[in-house]
C-alpha cells in the first residue's frame, strides 16, 4: 500500500498552521548500555563455555598427584536476524503534498520506528528475565535459583524471596553477587556495575545511590552502597521495561548480554520505474541474548 493523495487529504489544502503527532524526541541508546556490543561476520556465532580446574587435593608423600581436566561447558548460538519495514508515496502525492515539513518526516519516523525495534528486542530479555519459554545457554531462563553447573551443583542469580527495590533488597543482591563461584566451585570475583530499572523506580534508585547517609533513616550512617563503591556505572533508566517492579543489575562478567551486530541499521531509498512510486526502505540484522547468568542478577518485584 503507498501513501497517496487520499492517504493525508488534509496536506493538498493550504491553511494548515503546523503538523503534529510524530515528531518527538528520542530518548539515548539504552541497550548499548547495559549489554555488552560486538560485531559478527557470520550468519551465526557461538560462545562456547569451558571450566577450569577444581580445588588442589592433599598428595601424600611417594604418591603420585591427582591430574584434573577441564570440561566442555554450556554453548550459546546467536543466530543473527533482519529486521526491516519501509513506506513507499505515489509521485503524485509527493506533487501536490504542500507541506515539505510532512515529507521530509517520514524517514526520520522510519529510522525512529528502527532504533525502537532494536531497543524492544533487546529490552525484552529482560523483560522475559523470569519466563521458562526463555531460555539461555544452560537451558534455564535468565533469573533463577537453579541455573546448573556444568559439574553438578546450582547456583542463583535472583534473590530467594521477590522484593520490590530498596536499599536492603539491593544490598541483598551484591550480598548474593559476592559469594558467586565458577562451574568448578572456585569463588569468582565478580562486582555489581550498573542497575537498571523502569521508570517508575527511578526516584528510589536516586536515594538509594546517591545519598550520602543511609536512605530514609534517621541514622546519621554511611550509604554502604556507595562507599563500597558498587555501580560505577549508576543506574539506567530502561524505557522498554514492561514490568513496572521488576528490576536487574548488571555485573562485570564477561559475556553476561550480548548484542551482535551483523549489520547496522540502514535507510535507502529508490524509485519502482513501474509505478513511480518512491521507496524507502529500512533494515537492520543482529542477534542477541546472554551466555553466563553471573552477568545478571535481579528480581521481578515483589508484586
Aim: negative net charge; glycine residues 6%.
Amino acid at each position: 500500500m503507498s501513501i497517496n493523495t487520499t492517504t493525508n487529504p488534509k496536506l493538498l489544502w493550504p491553511g494548515q498552521l503546523d503538523l503534529w503527532g510524530k515528531f518527538y524526541n528520542q530518548h539515548a541508546p539504552e541497550y548499548s548500555q547495559f549489554m555488552e556490543v560486538k560485531q559478527s561476520t557470520q550468519a551465526f556465532e557461538e560462545l562456547q563455555g569451558i571450566t577450569g580446574f577444581g580445588l588442589m587435593p592433599v598428595k601424600t608423600e611417594g604418591a603420585a598427584l591427582i591430574l584434573d581436566n577441564e570440561a566442555q561447558g554450556f554453548n550459546k548460538r546467536f543466530t543473527n536476524v533482519t529486521y526491516a519495514m519501509g513506506y513507499a508515496v505515489t509521485k503524485e502525492e509527493i506533487a501536490d503534498n504542500l507541506y515539505e515539513k510532512a515529507s521530509s518526516s517520514r524517514m526520520p519516523a522510519l529510522a525512529r520506528s528502527m532504533k525502537q525495534t532494536i531497543e524492544t528486542v533487546n529490552a525484552n530479555h529482560l523483560n522475559r528475565a523470569t519466563d521458562s519459554s526463555y531460555t539461555g545457554a544452560d537451558g534455564v531462563e535468565l533469573l533463577s535459583l537453579v541455573h546448573p553447573n556444568v559439574n553438578g551443583g546450582t547456583y542463583a542469580n535472583e534473590l530467594s524471596t521477590p522484593a520490590d527495590l530498596s536499599e536492603a533488597s539491593l544490598e541483598d543482591i551484591c550480598i548474593l553477587i559476592d559469594q558467586a563461584e565458577d562451574d568448578r566451585g572456585l569463588k569468582a570475583l565478580i562486582r555489581p556495575e550498573q542497575l537498571i530499572i523502569h521508570p517508575n523506580d527511578r526516584f528510589t534508585a536516586t536515594r538509594i545511590l546517591k545519598s550520602t547517609l543511609q536512605n530514609d533513616t534517621a541514622n546519621n550512617a554511611t550509604n554502604a552502597l556507595q562507599a563500597e563503591g558498587f555501580f560505577s556505572k549508576g543506574y539506567l533508566v530502561s524505557h522498554f521495561l514492561t514490568d513496572t517492579d521488576a528490576w536487574f543489575v548488571t555485573t562485570d562478567c564477561p559475556y553476561g548480554l550480548v548484542h551482535l551486530e551483523r549489520q547496522a541499521a540502514n535507510i535507502e531509498q529508490d524509485n519502482d520505474h513501474m509505478t513511480k512510486n518512491l521507496i524507502v526502505t529500512g533494515d537492520c540484522r543482529f542477534s542477541s541474548g546472554w551466555v553466563d547468568p553471573r552477568g545478571v542478577y535481579g528480581s521481578e518485584g515483589a508484586a
